[in-house]
């Protein structure tokens, strides 16, 4: 009697919880599939954006901000527009400019590294995946309450898998109930083909379900974010993202700044053959310069920033986590700084990906297996009554 009186508890938690928070957790995974591949998607929709090097030396950061100014301060009307940074890819690869231009807010251009010429400009405004991405972190409604609600929605939705898994397990082990919960019986009946579509692909994807979610979390509530940085750091205080401030006490009236320390970075890195190299420029007097270098092409763990002033070149503390080199940071570090990466499945490169986009379409399908049960349930009870 005590274990009937525990899996029905389960049972209700699974559905009433299930339920109200089925319809997010369906917009969440299904945005989150289209989110996916977005680079992928755009690179066959784009023109080419490969340049010949012919061993020549990327343009500096001051050098292609000034070729792209001609793009982005066409017109007195344009004294708005800011240029906010350089990335670099590879030799073979364009650089892309971050900027703001009205009316269409934030625009990357793409531009030659060896001699400034406009390859491709991309407006975010009304960006399909920019769409995707908002519906998928607070449901297109303002930011604001829609974090809120997607927030306690995957709360809420770690709570059923859990529900799900204690179910999943049979009341009565034996190999034939063992056998039917991991196998979907595709010639029976639809109600059948159903609840195993929601019991044997709920289970096979609990735990690439459970990483999506906890990650997720991270961004949702800061609570969360603090409570799971303590855990894996052995109780470390979680040090959030804070921008560098510059000296304005200091103003040298330096006017090559941003060249001195190009060529300083050139040192340091090997800017252009693997990895991504982003120089930000300071826009208002107390901002500082911010580098950083990612030696991976669709991972962001390892990820080094730095900051400097920009009057005195000199070297800031800043960046919370992110701030700490690769090299120093503890094991907790690297795992915290692993979040987005464990989110996507690009931790484990392709393969990964592939595995986390399936998992999310799976996700996206529970609600509705769920609903299904629940509604044909609640149909057959009606009829059962009316007799």
């Not at 289209?34 to 950061?61: C, H, T």
């Not at 709920?202 to 855990?231: C, D, M, N």
Request: glycine content about 8%.
């Amino acid at each position: 009697m005590k274990k009937y009186s525990t899996r029905n508890l389960f049972k209700k938690l699974h559905l009433w919880l299930g339920l109200p928070s089925g319809i997010v957790i369906f917009i969440v995974a299904i945005t989150g599939c289209i989110y996916a591949f977005q680079d992928e998607i755009k690179d066959m929709m784009r023109p080419s954006l490969k340049v010949e090097s012919n061993g020549k030396a990327f343009l500096s950061p001051e050098e292609l901000k000034e070729k792209a100014g001609r793009y982005v301060f066409v017109t007195p009307a344009d004294s708005s527009n800011a240029i906010f940074g350089v990335m670099y890819a590879t030799y073979d690869k364009a650089a892309t400019v971050a900027c703001s231009m009205q009316p269409n807010g934030y625009t990357v251009l793409y531009l030659n590294p060896y001699n400034g010429e406009l390859l491709y400009k991309e407006a975010f405004k009304n960006d399909f995946f920019r769409v995707m991405l908002a519906g998928h972190r607070s449901l297109w409604l303002p930011h604001p309450i829609g974090k809120q609600i997607v927030g306690w929605s995957v709360l809420v939705f770690v709570l059923v898998l859990l529900s799900g898994i204690a179910l999943w397990i049979p009341a009565k082990m034996n190999k034939k109930a063992l056998k039917a919960g991991l196998k979907i019986k595709w010639k029976a009946p639809f109600s059948r083909v159903n609840y195993d579509l929601h019991n044997v692909l709920g289970f096979y994807t609990a735990l690439v379900a459970l990483l999506i979610a906890l990650t997720g979390l991270t961004w949702s509530f800061s609570w969360f974010a603090k409570g799971y940085y303590g855990v894996i750091t052995g109780g470390k205080e979680f040090q959030k993202w804070e921008p560098a401030q510059s000296d304005t006490t200091l103003v040298s009236g330096r006017t090559d700044a941003s060249t001195i320390l190009w060529e300083q970075m050139l040192k340091e890195y090997p800017v252009g053959n693997r990895g991504t190299f982003r120089f930000d420029f300071p826009q208002k007097p107390q901002d500082a310069f911010t580098v950083c270098f990612n030696p991976h092409e669709h991972s962001y763990y390892a990820r080094e920033f730095r900051f400097f002033d920009q009057h005195t070149l000199k070297e800031l503390k800043a960046g919370g986590t992110y701030g700490i080199k690769l090299a120093e940071a503890s094991a907790g570090d690297k795992l915290y700084r692993m979040n987005y990466d464990i989110h996507t499945g690009s931790i484990l490169g392709l393969p990964g990906r592939i595995i986390v986009f399936l998992a999310s379409l799976i996700i996206a399908s529970l609600p509705v297996t769920g609903f299904i049960i629940w509604w044909r349930k609640k149909k057959k009870r009606r009829k059962l009554h009316d007799c």
